[in-house]
């Protein structure tokens, strides 16, 4: 079993929906409401798999929703990293912290996103980012806030991304077409 298989197996997704739509194990996006979903379980693990986080990292999870995913990061990331999730949506934030709290992981957590700025600059620079929601175009705030040897996953019109720092210019590359809720920016 992989990490991304194991952090799967120790974080139940169920856990992280409305009463009403648990259905964990169905692989699919799930509406968390406010127009969000909880992201298809065969998406998110590809993408984490993208992203590759390591034991100790210091990573950002944009649109953190739920918690889903900040959980997951937790978990790859174990106590001596640290996962900030940031969310905008007020309603979705209380639901993710309350989520969150639930479980052995205080080094992950969940804040209100400022509406703006994108991402978490002043904690920044993170070796790892991840986005769960499509932008229209590579956010450069984002690309900013990455450490150098960082990765960042992210939706960009409709094509996964992974961008990847090597110190002098980022790399970028496509893995595929997916589909998300737009990333909600003030550009």
Sequence with gaps: ???????????????????????????????????????QPR????MLRLLDVRPGQHV??????????????GHLVGPAGRVRGVELLPQLVSFGQENLSRTDRPWADIVQADPD?????????????????EARRLPAPLVDQLAPGGRMVIPVDGAMTLVENDGDRPRVSTHGRYRFVPLVTTD
């Design 1 to 39: 079993m992989d990490a991304v298989d194991h952090a799967f197996a120790a974080v139940a997704r169920e856990n992280y929906l409305l009463p009403g739509t648990r259905h964990g194990d169905r692989d699919a996006p799930i509406a968390i409401g406010h127009g969000q979903t909880n992201s």
């Design 117 to 133: 700025v994108l991402g978490l600059p002043q904690h920044s620079p993170f070796e790892r980012i991840l986005v769960s929601a």
């Design 43 to 46: 998406t998110v693990a590809s």
């Design 60 to 73: 950002l999870d944009v649109g953190a929703g739920s918690g889903w995913t900040t959980a997951l990061l």
